[in-house]
């Protein structure tokens, strides 16, 4: 195992060099921000930032809603090898490869298809990005609880995968909602705050 992790780290010490090198983008050039408008937001401190950031309702329910449902997905994925081994019988290898495949599954069909869904969806309502997250978070309930009660592998192995997929479907909209909600110069904080 110390060799997958020495592995692991190899790339990040050969990129250290390019990152060094790699001169960072003038703030606001994209957005098509004055040099005075940056200028302005350049003289503005962090906890102003978070402040003005923190007005807006819409990103506090979104932070909020991110939070409980990070812990609840997170504990469903963590845990589900422990329960099928303990509550379901598996042993621990069938347990470890159902739970890693409906991830690796999950993640990929989750992850693409809640983001081209909110994309799409964006392109006639400004709204759908939050619509979809939510609607995925929701619709990902009922699968979990089914995967806990479900009385054959037949039901259960399916309400895994469908759970799993719909929970993650709202994870690449994360950040795409903080660039609908934030003003360009404060993303950066927009998004500490979701990950904090």
């Known amino acids: 195992w110390q060799t997958t992790f020495f592995v692991y780290a190899v790339p990040g010490?050969?990129?250290?060099?390019?990152?060094?090198?790699?001169?960072?983008?003038?703030?606001?050039?994209?957005?098509?921000?004055t040099a005075a408008d940056r200028q302005g937001v350049s003289r503005q401190d962090f906890f102003t930032k978070v402040g003005k950031i923190l007005t807006t309702k819409t990103l506090i329910y979104h932070y909020i809603a991110t939070a409980l449902i990070q812990l609840g997905i997170q504990g469903y994925a963590f845990w589900m090898p422990t329960y099928l081994v303990r509550e379901r019988g598996?042993?621990?290898?069938?347990?470890?490869?159902?739970?890693?495949?409906?991830?690796?599954?999950?993640?990929?069909?989750?992850?693409?298809?809640?983001?081209?869904?909110?994309?799409?969806?964006?392109?006639?309502?400004?709204?759908?990005?939050?619509?979809?997250?939510?609607?995925?978070?929701?619709?990902?309930?009922?699968?979990?609880?089914?995967?806990?009660?479900?009385?054959?592998?037949?039901?259960?192995?399916?309400?895994?995968?469908?759970?799993?997929?719909?929970?993650?479907?709202?994870?690449?909209i994360l950040s795409a909602v903080i660039v609908d909600l934030v003003e360009p110069q404060d993303r950066g904080v927009g998004m500490a705050l979701l990950l904090l």
């Open 90 to 172: 598996y042993d621990i290898a069938a347990a470890g490869k159902l739970a890693g495949i409906a991830m690796l599954v999950g993640g990929i069909v989750g992850a693409l298809g809640g983001a081209i869904v909110a994309d799409l969806w964006f392109r006639k309502d400004k709204t759908a990005r939050l619509k979809v997250q939510t609607i995925a978070a929701a619709a990902a309930i009922p699968f979990v609880i089914i995967s806990y009660l479900a009385v054959s592998n037949a039901i259960l192995i399916p309400a895994i995968f469908i759970a799993i997929i719909l929970s993650i479907a709202m994870f690449p």
């Open 13 to 33: 010490l050969i990129l250290i060099p390019f990152i060094l090198l790699t001169k960072d983008p003038v703030r606001g050039v994209q957005e098509g921000l």
